[in-house]
C-alpha cells in the first residue's frame, strides 16, 4: 500500500512526544525505527527529520 512514509513520519512525531514527557528510551527506540524506515526508502530529508527527533534527548542525557 505505500505506507512506509507515513509510518516513518509518525514514528518521528512519536520520537518527539516520547521526549517531551520524558520517556527518552522510548524517544530513542521510535526515532530509530523511523530512520530505519526513512533509509529503506531512500527519503534523505526523512533520515534528517528523524534525527533531529531524537537530538533532544541525547541533549539531555550528554549535558549532565
Known sequence: ???TPMLADNL???AIRHYERGELD????AADE???????IGNI???????FAVSGVYIRLYSK
Open 34 to 40: 523511523s530512520y530505519r524506515l526513512y533509509e529503506s
Open 1 to 3: 500500500l505505500g505506507v
Open 12 to 14: 518521528s512525531n512519536i
Open 45 to 51: 530529508y526523512g533520515l534528517a527529520s528523524s534525527r
Open 26 to 29: 522510548e524517544a530513542i527506540a
